[in-house]
Each structure stands twice: as structure tokens, then as C-alpha cells.
């Protein structure tokens, strides 16, 4: 089993931004912040990473294909296709598709654009 602290090299996967609301005249404190949804395609044998967290940056996972391994907390759990996993201050993790199929996921997120 592969560590979250040593998340193999990123790659084989694309990320496609479907859609974003500017927050600030909709929610008091976010103002600077987005509502982000994105596609995220992951190949077989893809990994997406390094290891990152999401302080600042909450946010909730849906798979609509495949199966996404997510790696946290020192153990893995795949998700897929269905309901995935939150994304929140105390989530530090990588993903990868250990499938022969593309994993695709829909993730939704409040970021402060760059």
C-alpha cells in the first residue's frame, strides 16, 4: 500500500472548469471567493497529486465513472461511480486511478481565484 506521504509523480490526469459564481455580493465574508465546479479526468494508472490539503479551499467529490482511490489519514478508499468524499480544512491527501477505465469526477469548491 502506497503512503499518502509519498504520493508518486503526478500525471495522466485533465481538469476542465465547468462553471463558476463570484461569491462576493452573494454570501457576506466571501467576498474575493468562487464557487468552482470542474471536471476531473483521471487516466488508468493516473495519479493525481502531490500530496495537498484544502485549507481555504472546502469543497465535495462525485464520481461519474470509474473508481477514484483516495489516499488519507495513512490508508486508501475507493470511491465510484456515485457519492465521493469531502474536501475539508483537516484533508490532506492524493488520488489515483488504479482502474483500466477513466476515473471522472465532478468537484465542486469555494477557491480564491488566483
Known sequence: MRDEAKAPEAGGVTVEVLATVDLTDEI??????QLRMRMVTIAPGG?????????????TVYVLQ????DHRDGGTTDYGPGPGWPEDRHTLHWLENRGTVPAVEISVDIVRPE
Open 28 to 33: 457576506e465574508g466571501l467576498a474575493g471567493h
Open 47 to 59: 495519479v493525481f497529486g502531490p500530496l495537498h490539503d484544502h485549507k481555504g479551499r472546502p469543497g
Open 66 to 69: 470509474g473508481t477514484i482511490t
